[in-house]
């Protein structure tokens, strides 16, 4: 007979440690709740815990993508530089977890395999892969939109017997490249990170590429001391002008429609932002993302540098975007990624009628060539938005799974909850403005508003919540027409779920901006949370 585990009664469960997760740990216990978060990972980070590659940085400048609930923490930890590595990122996380000693709020190394809601006794019944069992009146789903990578379509990767590594789940341990033929298949923002800091070590680097990314130099600084105080002495304004911005951070914004001024001006303003690097160019016009036309100019521009940039004319046309919006797919922000190209160690490959077939013990062959090498890094992205929340058992109401009720696309209220999925929380889900707006400012956003909830069910003497089916179908009619006004779902990517086989297409991110979505949020708590049924 196996041994019988007991079942612990919770008053809530959070699945993830990651930014969110944290986050709404704190704030449970301080609400006095009882609960148990799980994580798969040994410790505390999420995203920044896995993708531990050559080059891993975020794309978010350091000042935004950082907690803003504690002031103390904000005081006490320093940022060394504008944009930051993902050792400083996971250090933050690690240090925010020690500082408010977070970790006993965790049970580490633990999968959820399934959350089955209980409809006779209206709670969540949530089990490990450790055999342990809870039952919740909540559960928080703190997994993350880019936590599952995608199986590339050549598997199975296992195939390849030299040293294999995924971006994704990169070790711990140092991993040299000296002297060896490494591959790298992949080009968004991940395999652009890694060639340059591989291209430095490797014997060979041959980048397989199918669709090339539109990337900008991030010209990162250094944050020196003088910097530094000034941004702790504003950090209350910083914070103020992030949250009250359509992209939850403080980057610079602009009223001026790119044809509103002549071609010269508009030149020297592009030669500006490219010089300034980050994001600029979207803080420079205001409807690169709406106007085709204006979109199309800016992409030849950017192309124009890649050719100044790359040497080799025919290297160049290859790694030229073409076909799709520039900013429909994630804007990469580069360190001396096209300069890499110059190396006499790094080869182009182009997979564009040139597919990826299959892998064998030593060699990665395409349709028309057999590439032999040592190490092998798979950047392939990820299983974006949903890939998490499927990746187990989730049944809600009547046991309809999760995966029935996405069965045509991915559909919630607020990025938040779902009809049929009573006391359930996702935190930066699909539909709301995750991976297009902070998602460390939305994760607060999300994690304050839900705990508001909490408060308000229990003050209402009241254990469960519902969103209507209507108040959730308004919700996406909305989401789908704010998506028709952008070129964003003009491109095959992660955000539209084209990057998997036969996943559902559509945009499924909120693109009305963190600020829109914020005053949304505040207005149905305003009014009582009318959209919501308790009982
Ligand atoms: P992305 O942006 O989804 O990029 C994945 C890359 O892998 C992309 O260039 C893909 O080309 C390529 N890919 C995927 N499958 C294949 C096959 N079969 N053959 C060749 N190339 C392939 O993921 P990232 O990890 O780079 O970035 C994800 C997010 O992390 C990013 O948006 C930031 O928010 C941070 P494809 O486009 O499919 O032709």
Redesign the pocket.
Known sequence: MPEMKSIRKLDAVVVGAGFGGMYMAYKLREMGLDFVGFEAADDVGGVWYWNRYPGARC?LMSVDYSYGFSREIEQEWTWSEQFAAQPEILAYAKFVADRLNLRPLFQFETRVVSAKWDDDRSLWIVATDKGDVFEATYCIMATGP?SVP?E???GPLSNFKGELYR??SWPKENVSFEGKRVGL????????QVVPEVAKEAKELYV????P?FTMPMRNTKFDDEFTSELKRHYPQIRSVAYNSPLGGVRPQSTRPYFSIPLEQRQSLMEDAWKQGGLAFLGTFSDLLINEEANEEVAEFVRGKIRQVVKDPETAEKLIPRGYPIFA??PCLDTHYYEAFNQPNVHLID?IGN??ERLSDNAVHTQNETVELDALII????D?MTGALLNFEVTGKGGLPLADKWADGASSYLGMMMHGFPNMFLICGPNGPA?LANIISLNEQNVDWICALIDHISETGQHCFEVTQEAEDQWMDEVRSLAELTLVSKA???YTGA?IQGKPRGLTVYTGGFKRYRDSCDEIAAKGYEPLVLN
């Open positions: 794309d880019l995608k590339p379509e050549f971006t994704a298949i992949g080009t968004g923002s991940t395999g652009i397989f590429q199918r669709t990314s797919r994630r997979c597919e990826i950047a392939t992205g990820f974006g991976v095959k990517t992660w990057n």
